[in-house]
């Protein structure tokens, strides 16, 4: 019983020291993207005479935010929500995840790095244009990052944008139910009967 305490203890404190290592890597690159700025460099963005760093996290972040904006968009904001989200499954030591919540958290990130491409494409309206939430600094206006675009260029080219949303909206609510496990069935089951009980609850006003 006494041999067991230690390794218990060991496996419990390293489990903790990961998973507050995975927060805080989540809270630096947060603090990355949220202070991005376009006039810092990054690498595909270079500036001569550097006088001053603007991101809040430095030359890293600076670096970290600009690639991230660059290659996933709006997808970008997915990874400090991973790593937040792995560190404290790990501290409070959650179960692991099985490989389709996985599956579903990548697609998920897929699914917001597409519609930030059809926002640019004017397909949806998501930012007004000329917003900071639309154009966050000097990012080319690209929402959707290089993979967006690579995958919404495609869809839409060969599918049509309707066809292109269908697609995405069939891939959102796999990736929504592969992630968080709820049934899209026991769901509209459940609106069914809440418009059913609202709809004779206004009939029987309306007769009295």
């Not at 599956?103 to 990130?109: I, K």
């Not at 998501?126 to 495609?154: C, E, K, Q, W």
Request: hydrophobic share 50%; charged share 15%.
């Amino acid at each position: 019983m006494d041999k067991k305490r230690p390794v218990e203890e060991g496996s419990r404190l390293g489990r903790e020291v990961f998973g507050l290592c995975a927060i805080f890597r989540g809270l630096i690159v947060t603090l990355s993207l949220a202070t991005f700025d376009g006039r810092d460099p990054w690498i595909n963005h270079s500036i001569s005479n550097v006088a001053k760093i603007y991101n809040k996290a430095g030359s890293f972040g600076a670096y970290l935010s600009g690639s991230l904006f660059d290659i996933f968009g709006m997808g970008a904001w997915v990874a400090p929500v991973f790593f937040c989200v792995a560190g404290a499954r790990r501290i409070l030591g959650a179960e692991k995840w099985i490989w389709w919540r996985w599956v579903g958290f990548f697609l998920l990130a897929l699914c917001v790095c597409m519609l930030g491409a059809a926002s640019d494409m004017g397909a949806v309206n998501i930012f007004p244009r000329n917003t900071p939430l639309h154009n966050t600094g000097d990012i080319s206006s690209h929402g959707g990052g290089l993979v967006g675009h690579i995958l919404y260029s495609a869809l839409a080219g060969f599918m049509g944008s309707v066809g292109a949303f269908l697609i995405w909206l069939c891939i959102f609510l796999l990736a929504t139910q592969m992630l968080t496990g709820i049934s899209w069935l026991q769901i509209t089951k459940l609106s069914f009967s809440v418009m059913v009980k609202s709809a004779q609850e206004l009939a029987l006003r309306l007769s009295d």
